[in-house]
Nanobody, 125 residues
């Protein structure tokens, strides 16, 4: 129902910062809860962050809390993930996702969820 395109990944040193963007197509962006997930080689996909329809509520995994900030600009149909104090263990492919439900906010699966193609984040030590 919505097309998502991530950008902003790259190679950074530990302690550095990176800002990921996810641009959505469509006319009902504000109707979607937006989430970020990541998947490292050999690991399961894990929840990173989520943001409610108008940006009023944000949710984070314990591993990124205090370091990452999720935000959205509904006028631009874009969700962001500002990552600071990056660690090598943050290395993963980062995916944005959109669905209409605020329930089970950390769930890695949902029936009616759209996914972006992913963007690689590599943090060197």
């Amino acid at each position: 129902q919505v097309q998502l395109v991530e950008s902003g990944g790259g190679l950074v040193q530990a302690g550095g910062s990176l800002r990921l963007s996810c641009a959505a197509s469509g006319r009902t962006f504000s109707s979607y809860v937006m989430r970020w997930f990541r998947q490292a080689p050999g690991k399961e996909r894990e929840f990173v962050a989520a943001i409610s329809y108008s940006g009023g509520s944000q949710f984070y995994s314990d591993s990124v809390k205090g370091r990452f900030t999720i935000s959205r600009d509904n006028a631009k149909n874009t969700v962001y993930l500002q990552m600071t104090s990056l660690k090598p263990e943050d290395t993963a492919v980062y995916y944005c996702a959109a669905d209409r439900s605020i329930l089970r906010i950390t769930s890695t699966t949902a029936i009616d969820r759209s996914w972006g193609q992913g963007t690689q984040v590599t943090v060197s030590s």
